[in-house]
């Protein structure tokens, strides 16, 4: 399935997807591509359809039409094998999801080693090198409901690294948290970037996609109206809608 | 020891009241067998009653409509008909379709016999209860969660036992003590095919010794705590599950 691909092709390559929730047309055509190490980040109104497009793309939610290609695994394909395809995309929510069972590292290790089969001791020596990383040292032994909202967050990233994933999604992982704790979320995901992780994030944090990102998307009702380099995006938009919502957010 | 029994004897002779179950041997032992019973039947009850409320509960999640639409059969079918006719059903019904065996002095006997037609009964009983009590539990689990062991390549049984049960159990404790208590009492109901448990055992006594009143009060006071020691070792169990900043 993925032998045809290589690391020049886009490691994630969405075409012409539509989706549906009943009446309601939620993806009405969108394609988007990203090379490996690249990041893009996914901006427009809500409901436009960006949550979706990220949970179609490590098959949360099926597509009706269309194809989304990750290294070249066809997700639509009914006979897709989930875990092969989940295990290198990593997702990351708005509101943190973490095991409230678990404490922070065991938060982190139950996947590689319940889904992945890995050996405890190996996991366990990751699971803290990721907490370090994520610059959570000393939280280890820490239940979710004993961290601060940007702590869960960080706890939350670390998780989806732990499956050493080949994408990482983002879904507007800071809209749930207070401005002083977006800040140590963003440093997280920056450094994660900048050391060549493929990052898809949908996000309202204008300043942040603009330093970040290599390529914003705007989506308005399902689909993408606009597309470009940052710079180019936020200083000269051609789209009315993409002007009329910048106009309204910056 | 001698002393002890000597009292009660006495005060049978002063008061008339007459406990044969602490200073007659043959009564005591036979009172004790039957605490043992009652203790193996609900102790047994309680875990096979349990489990098939998980697989019962997990079962309701199922894709196949069919084995939906069974679980739902059984919670009906044993929720809404009395335990005492189930357990007659099964001794009575069931049990004289089952075939004869010969047993080790020659004899025939039943292939199941009444305590274990007991342990299915009352299993089954209460069974059905914890279906529901677990369903309960795990539709309080966020989906959101669920949703995030799926993403990170949970399978659907992987994230039913490492994520929603330890939750669901969390919610639900309170209502699986409740059937659980009622489960330990309901053993009572063996009496109905002759097991040997507490209640059988005490109205043997009491024929023999006439001393119905006292037998009913040692009952309840018995029951009492049973009841009491299962209710403690759950509230236990549910506090050592407390998580700092969950639920409560």
Redesign the interface.
């Known amino acids: 399935m993925s032998a045809a691909w290589s690391e020049s092709d886009p490691i994630v390559d969405i075409r012409d997807v539509h989706k549906s929730f009943g009446p309601v047309q939620v993806l009405a055509g969108v394609s988007l591509s990203m090379p490996m190490r690249s990041t893009a980040c996914i901006i427009g109104p809500s409901g436009s359809g960006k949550s979706t497009l990220l949970r179609c793309i490590?098959a949360?939610v099926p597509i009706e039409k269309g194809s989304i290609k990750v290294r070249g695994i066809e997700v639509n394909d009914p006979k897709v094998d989930?875990?092969n395809l989940?295990?290198r995309?990593?997702?990351v929510?708005q509101?943190y999801?973490?095991?409230?069972?678990k404490t922070a590292l065991q938060n982190v290790m139950?996947?590689p080693i319940?889904?992945?089969k890995q050996d405890r001791a190996e996991v366990e020596e990751r699971a803290r090198r990721l907490l370090r990383k994520v610059r959570l040292e000393g939280k280890e032994d820490a239940?979710?409901?004993?961290l601060s909202g940007g702590q869960q967050q960080r706890v939350?990233i670390a998780?989806?690294l732990a499956?050493s994933p080949e994408v990482m999604l983002f879904d507007e992982v800071t809209a749930a948290l207070d401005p002083e704790t977006v800040k140590e979320v963003l440093i997280t995901i920056r450094e994660l970037a900048e050391e060549g992780m493929t990052c898809l994030l949908v996000t309202h944090e204008m300043g942040f996609a603009r330093e970040v990102a290599d390529h914003i998307y705007f989506t308005d009702r399902g689909l993408i109206v606009e597309h470009g380099p940052p710079k180019e995006f936020f200083s000269n938009p051609r789209d009315p809608r993409t002007r009329e919502f910048l106009g309204q957010i910056l | 020891m001698d002393v002890i029994y000597d009292w009660f004897r006495q005060l049978y002779i002063d008061h008339g009241i007459n406990l044969t179950i602490v200073y007659d041997r043959f009564d005591r032992n036979r009172m004790l067998g039957g605490l043992w019973t009652t203790i193996k039947l609900s102790l047994t009850c309680l875990a096979l009653s349990v489990l098939i409320g998980l697989v019962g509960a997990w079962l309701q999640g199922a894709r196949s409509v069919l084995l939906r639409a069974v679980v739902q059969g059984y919670i009906q079918f044993f929720r809404n008909t009395p335990p005492l006719v189930q357990m007659y059903f099964f001794f009575f019904a069931l049990g004289s379709l089952m075939p004869q065996v010969r047993n080790e002095f020659g004899f025939t006997q039943p292939m199941i016999d009444n305590y274990t037609w007991a342990i299915i009964s009352l299993s089954f009983f209460a069974g059905a209860f914890n279906v529901e009590i677990f369903r309960s539990g795990i539709e309080a689990v966020?989906k959101?969660?669920v949703?995030?062991?799926?993403?990170?390549?949970?399978?659907r049984l992987?994230s039913y036992i490492?994520?929603v049960l330890?939750?669901a159990f969390?919610v639900c404790l309170p209502a699986l003590n409740n059937n659980l208590v009622n489960l330990v009492k309901t053993t009572t109901l063996a009496y109905a095919i002759a097991v040997p448990e507490m209640l059988y055992v005490a109205n043997q006594i009491w024929s023999d010794a006439v001393n119905v009143p006292e037998m009913m009060t040692f009952l309840l006071f018995a029951y009492v705590a049973l009841v009491g020691i299962l209710v403690w070792v759950m509230r236990k169990w549910e506090q050592s599950?407390a998580?700092?900043?969950?639920g409560r």
Do not use: D
């Open positions: 490590n949360l989930i875990l989940r295990r995309v990593g997702m929510f509101q999801n973490l095991f409230p069972h139950m996947a319940t889904v992945l239940y979710p409901g004993e939350a998780r989806s499956m | 966020p959101s969660t949703e995030a062991a799926e993403s990170l390549g949970y399978t992987q490492h994520v330890p939750l969390r599950m998580l700092p900043g969950y």
